[in-house]
T-cell receptor
Protein backbone atom coordinates (compact mmCIF):
# COMPACT_ATOMS: atom_id res chain seq x y z
CA UNK A 1 0.00 0.00 0.00
CA UNK A 2 0.81 3.73 0.05
CA UNK A 3 1.99 4.01 -3.52
CA UNK A 4 2.62 7.32 -5.21
CA UNK A 5 3.06 7.58 -8.96
CA UNK A 6 4.38 10.36 -11.16
CA UNK A 7 3.85 10.99 -14.81
CA UNK A 8 5.80 11.37 -16.96
CA UNK A 9 8.94 9.73 -15.65
CA UNK A 10 11.06 11.65 -18.11
CA UNK A 11 10.38 14.67 -20.30
CA UNK A 12 12.46 16.69 -22.70
CA UNK A 13 11.16 20.03 -23.90
CA UNK A 14 12.28 23.14 -25.71
CA UNK A 15 13.06 26.33 -23.89
CA UNK A 16 10.00 28.52 -23.47
CA UNK A 17 7.44 25.72 -23.35
CA UNK A 18 5.42 24.62 -20.33
CA UNK A 19 5.52 21.17 -18.83
CA UNK A 20 2.98 19.54 -16.53
CA UNK A 21 3.94 16.80 -14.09
CA UNK A 22 1.31 14.72 -12.34
CA UNK A 23 1.55 13.16 -8.91
CA UNK A 24 -1.04 10.62 -7.84
CA UNK A 25 -1.62 8.72 -4.63
CA UNK A 26 -2.87 5.35 -5.86
CA UNK A 27 -4.28 3.71 -2.78
CA UNK A 28 -4.84 6.42 -0.23
CA UNK A 29 -6.19 9.91 0.04
CA UNK A 30 -3.47 12.48 0.38
CA UNK A 31 -4.44 15.43 2.48
CA UNK A 32 -1.11 17.04 1.74
CA UNK A 33 1.34 16.72 -1.10
CA UNK A 34 4.84 18.09 -1.37
CA UNK A 35 6.97 18.96 -4.36
CA UNK A 36 10.76 18.72 -4.29
CA UNK A 37 13.50 19.30 -6.80
CA UNK A 38 16.84 17.59 -6.79
CA UNK A 39 19.88 18.72 -8.75
CA UNK A 40 22.54 16.16 -9.66
CA UNK A 41 24.41 14.85 -6.66
CA UNK A 42 22.48 17.13 -4.33
CA UNK A 43 19.77 16.72 -1.75
CA UNK A 44 16.06 17.28 -2.14
CA UNK A 45 14.91 20.83 -1.75
CA UNK A 46 11.30 21.43 -0.84
CA UNK A 47 9.59 23.69 -3.34
CA UNK A 48 6.04 23.83 -2.06
CA UNK A 49 3.39 22.24 0.08
CA UNK A 50 -0.11 21.79 -1.25
CA UNK A 51 -3.32 20.89 0.49
CA UNK A 52 -6.34 19.72 -1.41
CA UNK A 53 -8.60 22.55 -2.41
CA UNK A 54 -6.35 25.37 -1.27
CA UNK A 55 -3.44 27.37 -2.61
CA UNK A 56 0.01 25.92 -2.32
CA UNK A 57 2.52 27.28 0.14
CA UNK A 58 5.83 27.98 -1.56
CA UNK A 59 9.23 27.92 0.05
CA UNK A 60 11.32 31.03 0.06
CA UNK A 61 12.98 31.63 -3.28
CA UNK A 62 10.57 29.50 -5.31
CA UNK A 63 8.65 31.49 -7.93
CA UNK A 64 5.00 30.64 -7.59
CA UNK A 65 4.17 32.07 -11.02
CA UNK A 66 6.75 29.83 -12.62
CA UNK A 67 5.95 26.66 -10.74
CA UNK A 68 2.18 26.34 -10.70
CA UNK A 69 0.79 23.77 -8.33
CA UNK A 70 -2.77 22.49 -8.39
CA UNK A 71 -4.11 20.01 -5.86
CA UNK A 72 -7.55 19.49 -7.29
CA UNK A 73 -8.41 16.24 -5.53
CA UNK A 74 -7.27 14.08 -2.66
CA UNK A 75 -5.35 11.83 -5.05
CA UNK A 76 -3.90 14.22 -7.61
CA UNK A 77 -1.53 17.15 -7.56
CA UNK A 78 0.09 18.72 -10.61
CA UNK A 79 3.19 20.83 -11.02
CA UNK A 80 3.41 22.96 -14.14
CA UNK A 81 6.75 24.48 -15.02
CA UNK A 82 5.85 27.50 -17.11
CA UNK A 83 8.17 28.94 -19.76
CA UNK A 84 10.81 26.41 -18.90
CA UNK A 85 14.49 27.27 -19.32
CA UNK A 86 17.60 25.09 -19.21
CA UNK A 87 18.23 26.04 -15.57
CA UNK A 88 14.90 24.39 -14.71
CA UNK A 89 16.31 21.04 -15.76
CA UNK A 90 16.18 18.88 -12.67
CA UNK A 91 14.70 15.83 -11.02
CA UNK A 92 11.27 16.68 -9.62
CA UNK A 93 9.91 14.45 -6.89
CA UNK A 94 6.54 14.58 -5.21
CA UNK A 95 5.43 13.06 -1.96
CA UNK A 96 2.07 12.55 -0.35
CA UNK A 97 0.92 12.07 3.18
CA UNK A 98 -2.29 10.49 4.39
CA UNK A 99 -2.18 12.85 7.34
CA UNK A 100 -3.58 11.54 10.57
CA UNK A 101 -3.99 8.03 9.19
CA UNK A 102 -0.22 7.58 9.26
CA UNK A 103 1.10 10.58 11.16
CA UNK A 104 3.88 12.49 9.57
CA UNK A 105 5.01 9.91 7.05
CA UNK A 106 5.45 10.91 3.45
CA UNK A 107 5.38 8.50 0.55
CA UNK A 108 7.51 9.50 -2.39
CA UNK A 109 6.91 9.18 -6.08
CA UNK A 110 9.61 7.82 -8.39
CA UNK A 111 10.44 11.26 -9.73
CA UNK A 112 10.30 13.04 -13.07
CA UNK A 113 13.46 14.01 -14.88
CA UNK A 114 12.97 17.25 -16.78
CA UNK A 115 15.46 18.30 -19.41
CA UNK A 116 15.00 21.69 -21.05
CA UNK A 117 16.94 22.19 -24.26
CA UNK B 1 13.53 25.71 12.38
CA UNK B 2 15.01 22.29 11.88
CA UNK B 3 18.21 21.37 10.09
CA UNK B 4 20.12 18.20 9.31
CA UNK B 5 23.83 17.67 8.86
CA UNK B 6 25.33 14.65 7.21
CA UNK B 7 29.02 14.95 7.79
CA UNK B 8 30.18 12.51 5.14
CA UNK B 9 29.34 13.12 1.50
CA UNK B 10 30.85 9.78 0.47
CA UNK B 11 31.60 6.59 2.37
CA UNK B 12 33.48 3.82 0.55
CA UNK B 13 33.58 0.45 2.28
CA UNK B 14 34.42 -3.11 1.37
CA UNK B 15 31.70 -5.69 1.04
CA UNK B 16 30.82 -7.42 4.32
CA UNK B 17 32.45 -4.63 6.34
CA UNK B 18 30.46 -2.62 8.89
CA UNK B 19 29.39 0.92 8.08
CA UNK B 20 28.11 3.96 9.94
CA UNK B 21 26.56 6.95 8.23
CA UNK B 22 26.46 9.95 10.49
CA UNK B 23 23.57 12.32 10.94
CA UNK B 24 23.12 15.20 13.35
CA UNK B 25 20.10 17.43 13.61
CA UNK B 26 19.12 20.64 15.30
CA UNK B 27 15.68 21.60 16.46
CA UNK B 28 14.05 23.53 19.25
CA UNK B 29 11.02 21.24 19.27
CA UNK B 30 10.38 17.51 19.30
CA UNK B 31 11.11 15.88 15.98
CA UNK B 32 10.59 12.79 13.93
CA UNK B 33 13.70 11.37 12.26
CA UNK B 34 14.03 9.40 9.06
CA UNK B 35 16.53 7.68 6.84
CA UNK B 36 15.69 7.42 3.17
CA UNK B 37 17.58 5.52 0.49
CA UNK B 38 17.77 6.48 -3.15
CA UNK B 39 19.04 3.97 -5.67
CA UNK B 40 20.43 5.32 -8.97
CA UNK B 41 17.78 7.07 -11.08
CA UNK B 42 15.00 6.22 -8.66
CA UNK B 43 12.87 8.05 -6.12
CA UNK B 44 13.26 7.86 -2.38
CA UNK B 45 12.35 4.88 -0.28
CA UNK B 46 11.88 5.04 3.47
CA UNK B 47 14.51 2.92 5.18
CA UNK B 48 13.52 3.49 8.79
CA UNK B 49 12.05 6.10 11.07
CA UNK B 50 11.96 7.22 14.66
CA UNK B 51 8.69 8.66 15.88
CA UNK B 52 8.67 7.76 19.58
CA UNK B 53 9.35 4.87 21.92
CA UNK B 54 12.46 2.74 21.58
CA UNK B 55 15.42 4.81 20.49
CA UNK B 56 16.80 1.96 18.39
CA UNK B 57 14.95 1.38 15.16
CA UNK B 58 15.63 -1.27 12.57
CA UNK B 59 14.91 -1.83 8.90
CA UNK B 60 14.05 -5.11 7.22
CA UNK B 61 17.38 -5.26 5.38
CA UNK B 62 19.70 -5.09 8.36
CA UNK B 63 20.15 -1.35 8.88
CA UNK B 64 19.55 0.20 12.26
CA UNK B 65 19.66 3.72 13.65
CA UNK B 66 19.70 5.02 17.18
CA UNK B 67 18.11 8.25 18.27
CA UNK B 68 20.38 10.03 20.72
CA UNK B 69 18.65 13.10 22.07
CA UNK B 70 21.58 14.35 24.14
CA UNK B 71 23.89 14.25 21.14
CA UNK B 72 21.15 15.21 18.68
CA UNK B 73 22.22 12.35 16.44
CA UNK B 74 20.55 9.63 14.43
CA UNK B 75 23.42 7.63 12.95
CA UNK B 76 22.70 4.76 10.57
CA UNK B 77 24.60 1.50 10.93
CA UNK B 78 24.86 -1.88 9.32
CA UNK B 79 27.17 -4.62 10.63
CA UNK B 80 27.87 -6.13 7.19
CA UNK B 81 27.13 -4.40 3.91
CA UNK B 82 26.35 -5.90 0.51
CA UNK B 83 26.97 -4.66 -3.00
CA UNK B 84 23.23 -4.04 -3.28
CA UNK B 85 23.44 -1.43 -0.52
CA UNK B 86 25.22 0.93 -2.90
CA UNK B 87 23.01 4.02 -2.95
CA UNK B 88 22.56 7.55 -1.69
CA UNK B 89 21.29 7.79 1.87
CA UNK B 90 19.44 10.81 3.19
CA UNK B 91 18.80 11.63 6.79
CA UNK B 92 15.72 13.76 7.36
CA UNK B 93 13.83 15.49 10.13
CA UNK B 94 10.36 16.87 10.57
CA UNK B 95 8.48 18.53 13.33
CA UNK B 96 6.59 16.37 15.73
CA UNK B 97 3.19 16.94 14.15
CA UNK B 98 1.25 15.51 11.28
CA UNK B 99 1.87 16.65 7.73
CA UNK B 100 4.93 18.67 8.62
CA UNK B 101 7.43 19.28 5.89
CA UNK B 102 10.54 17.13 5.89
CA UNK B 103 13.97 18.69 5.85
CA UNK B 104 16.64 16.58 4.20
CA UNK B 105 20.34 16.37 4.82
CA UNK B 106 22.77 16.69 1.96
CA UNK B 107 23.06 12.93 1.54
CA UNK B 108 25.81 10.34 1.87
CA UNK B 109 26.84 8.24 -1.07
CA UNK B 110 27.63 4.72 0.09
CA UNK B 111 29.79 2.80 -2.33
CA UNK B 112 30.58 -0.82 -1.73
CA UNK B 113 33.76 -2.37 -3.06
CA UNK B 114 33.97 -6.12 -3.67
Amino acid sequence: GAVVSQHPSRVICKSGTSVKIECRSLDFQATTMFWYRQFPKQSLMLMATSNEGSKATYEQGVEKDKFLINHASLTLSTLTVTSAHPEDSSFYICSATPGLAIPNEQFFGPGTRLTVL
Amino acid sequence: AQSVTQLDSQVPVFEEAPVELRCNYSSSVSVYLFWYVQYPNQGLQLLLKYLSGSTLVESINGFEAEFNKSQTSFHLRKPSVHISDTAEYFCAVSRDSSASKIIFGSGTRLSIRP
